[in-house]
Each structure stands twice: as structure tokens, then as C-alpha cells.
T-cell receptor, first 111, second 113 residues
Framework: TQLLEQSPQFLSIQEGENLTVYCNSS?????LQWYRQEPGEGPVLLVT?????EVKKLKRLTFQFGDARKDSSLHITAAQPGDTGLYLC???????????FGQGTTLQVKP | ETGVTQSPTHLIKTRGQQVTLRCSSQ?????VSWYQQALGQGPQFIFQ???????GRGNFPPRFSGLQFPNYSSELNVNALELDDSALYLC????????????FGPGTRLLVL
């Protein structure tokens, strides 16, 4: 059974700071996805990465996929209060659409 | 375009009771997946429905069952509720069982006392 481990579990920073959160898998990812979930809402897809070594940018968010396709990082530049939420990494099984999630990193950005 | 909707938003039940949760998929989506999210955890896959049939199941006992209707909406039924069933139940819709993008609803918060 694949296990996804995210670190840190909780992060509290001031507005304007940079941060990086990590996701490590016990086995090779089929298709790695990052989500953000705000309180009272379902997760919202941020990005999908498939190729080892791939880097994707979404405004102030940079997603990096490890060469061996077993780890990933999410870097946020100049964090804003609107970035507050639970960041989840997940592996998407191509055949069934089943998502396996990590436990998430809770980010709090204080104004 | 209507997003994924779920009802009810909150629910309180007692141990041993049965519950039915409902999900309407996003317009044009024919696949619905259900997830359980315990407090402080990531969502766990319960099962997926495609063309009104179960298409994959996670590590959940048979007292968790579901249905999908011709309009692609879906129900999650849980019998003999246990305290550990207290969680946020999320449904997600996609186009096809292997759809890259799943759109999640806001969830139903279930509390079992």
C-alpha cells in the first residue's frame, strides 16, 4: 500500500515570508497532484505533474517533482493570508481515478 | 456550469444508526468518487461509481455502500454507524473513471455520538 508523507504537518508564518512543504512517497507516483483545501470546502486542484524533474509554476507557487518520481516540493514565495489552508499531495491512479492523499500540511499566514 | 453539490452540509447521528449522504456531480461528469476525511487527515478513498456501477473500492467495510443514478448523481450509505465514522465526507466528480481532474464538493460533516 502506497504511503504519502508530508512535512511539516503545521506551518505558521508571517505575510511576505517564503516557505517550502514536502511530499514523499513510499513508491513511485503514477501522477502527482497538489491540492489546497480551505476550511469548510473540498480540496481544489492546483497542479498535476507527471514527468520526473518537472517544475511547474502557478503565480507565486512553484512545484517540483523529484527525478525518481517519489518526492515533490511546493514552494510559496512572499506568502499572503489568502494562501492559508491545508495543502495536500496526492497520487492519481490512471486506471481508476483513485486518489491517495498525504495527511497534509496546514499553513497559516498571519497578516 | 453548476459545480459539485452535497447534502446535507452537517449531520448528527447516534451509534448504530444509518445515514445517507447525497452528491450531485458537475454538469457533464459521469463519474463520482467518495472520500472520508477524518479531522487533521487527508481524504481516504471509499469507492467510485461510473455508469451506475461500482468501479473500485478502498479499504472500507461493506456497511459503506453507494448508488449512482442515471443522471450521475450519487448516494453514500453507511449502516451501523460507529464513533470512528465521524468525519467529513467528500464527493468528487470527473469525466470518466480515469479523469485527471476531480472536482470536489464542499463535503458533509458527520458527527456520530
Amino acid at each position: 500500500t502506497q504511503l504519502l508523507e508530508q512535512s511539516p504537518q503545521f506551518l505558521s508564518i508571517q505575510e511576505g515570508e517564503n516557505l517550502t512543504v514536502y511530499c514523499n512517497s513510499s513508491s513511485v507516483f503514477s501522477s502527482l497532484q497538489w491540492y489546497r483545501q480551505e476550511p469548510g470546502e473540498g480540496p481544489v486542484l492546483l497542479v498535476t505533474v507527471v514527468t520526473g524533474g518537472e517544475v511547474k509554476k502557478l503565480k507565486r507557487l512553484t512545484f517540483q517533482f523529484g527525478d525518481a518520481r517519489k518526492d515533490s516540493s511546493l514552494h510559496i514565495t512572499a506568502a499572503q493570508p489568502g494562501d492559508t489552508g491545508l495543502y495536500l499531495c496526492a497520487d492519481l491512479s490512471g486506471n481508476t481515478g483513485k486518489l491517495i492523499f498525504g495527511q497534509g500540511t496546514t499553513l497559516q499566514v498571519k497578516p | 456550469e453548476t459545480g459539485v453539490t452535497q447534502s446535507p452540509t452537517h449531520l448528527i447521528k447516534t451509534r448504530g444508526q444509518q445515514v445517507t449522504l447525497r452528491c450531485s456531480s458537475q454538469s457533464g461528469h459521469n463519474t463520482v468518487s467518495w472520500y472520508q476525511q477524518a479531522l487533521g487527515q487527508g481524504p481516504q478513498f471509499i469507492f467510485q461509481y461510473y455508469r451506475e456501477e461500482e468501479n473500485g473500492r478502498g479499504n472500507f467495510p461493506p456497511r459503506f455502500s453507494g448508488l449512482q443514478f442515471p443522471n450521475y448523481s450519487s448516494e453514500l450509505n453507511v449502516n451501523a454507524l460507529e464513533l470512528d465514522d465521524s468525519a467529513l465526507y467528500l464527493c468528487a466528480s470527473s469525466y470518466g473513471p480515469g479523469g485527471q481532474t476531480q472536482y470536489f464538493g464542499p463535503g458533509t460533516r458527520l458527527l456520530v455520538l
